[in-house]
């Protein structure tokens, strides 16, 4: 069995969006209060995170962006967006938050542990370079790469984005390079908007994003089919050095805030395909950080699952067919279209 490095750390449960907003700490305390019975929680390791440096939060966002964040310290409640707020211990939250993040891929890059899991918040994906949005400051998942790029000096990085809402602020980081392959499978139209099948990349980067967009209901074996058909081909012919995973929850069936179909064990199942790669590319070494994820419930069983997968090694998925949807054939059979001058395996 695997030891997995969680990433957890008081402060994030003082970030705060508001009253009865469906980002709230009580997110991290189902969390906390799932691990402390996880049959295999002697095969968790906590890790200590740190805050983030200016310095790696610049290769992201811009230098005015972040100290008008930082400047959210000084005020009891800032919004910053209609759907994203700060308290003045936000700051400090999403510091840490990002560099909890890093923290996770160090762990695996330095071969200290074969997986992680940073149990942050606030989440990341939707922070662009200058703009907070979508209940997200800085970008976790972008920063820990970009730490990867440029302090462990790999050449190729692969972020696989389940959350139910395309990762526009992640997109936008790396759209114009080659060393991050961004991949994601989400509602659409949905929040935020973005994420279409043409949306490839330019320049550089070309042909390095891969975008799945669905239009929602999609369950267990919709998505198994997306990653067999889609990602694993192509992440075998990228051969990543790392896989960092922006690990949504809001996908599963119950969640309020979409209308996509995965049950609990899903994660599991798409853990399992995910681990199957980091073997086969490079040495095992994947590192999730939490994005969405809003019924409480189901947050907690699919960070079980995932844990579990991680802990006890390469799952068991099924190769059937039978329950895709022909929305799903039809998206995978355009996205393949469309990126096959991009890609011998198309």
Known sequence: MNTVAIVRDPIYLKHSNGPMHPEG??????????????????QLTDIPPRDATFEELAWIHDENYIR???QTRESRFTVLDPDTSATSDSYAASLRAAGGTVEAAAA?????????????????HHAEAGRAMGFCLFNNVAVAAAYALRRHDLKRVLIVDWDVHHGNGTMHSFYDMDGVLYFSVH???HYPGTGRIDEIGRGAGQGYTVNVPLCGGQGDEDYLFVFREI?????REYNPELILVSAGFDTHRNDPLASMGLSSSGYGLLTAVLQDLAEQCCPGRIAFTLEGGYDHTALSEGVADVLQTLI???????ESMDGVGDETRQVTEEVRRVLSPHWKSF
């Not at 990602?231 to 992440?235: G, S």
């Not at 006890?312 to 099924?318: A, I, K, T, V």
Request: proline fraction near 13%.
């Open 108 to 124: 695996v890059l330095r071969g200290r542990f074969p997986a992680a899991f940073a149990f942050v918040r606030p989440p990341g």
């Open 68 to 70: 008008r964040i930082e």
């Open 187 to 189: 509602q659409y139209p």
């Open 312 to 318: 006890s090694g390469r799952g068991e998925y099924s």
């Open 231 to 235: 990602l694993v081909p192509v992440a």
């Open 25 to 42: 700490p009580e997110r991290l305390l189902v969390i906390d209060s799932m691990l402390s019975e996880f049959p295999l929680k002697e």
